[in-house]
């Protein structure tokens, strides 16, 4: 699972992977992701923390 947030009103979203990566983890991240950069066009940064890359 990619668990992620997205912090308001900033627009930085916060990964964090703990497990490998699937094609759902993209697909939930989308459902946040889509709507705020269609409000205010972007994102402001990407912030991706893990002790370790789990891979994909």
Known sequence: MLNHKLVRPEGIL???PDVPLE???FE???KTV???????GKLSGV???AKT???W
Do not use: M, R
């Open 14 to 16: 916060v990964l964090e």
């Open 23 to 25: 094609a759902d983890d």
């Open 28 to 30: 939930d991240l989308a």
């Open 34 to 40: 889509n709507p705020y950069i269609a409000e205010y």
């Open 47 to 49: 912030l991706i923390h």
């Open 53 to 55: 890359f789990p891979g």
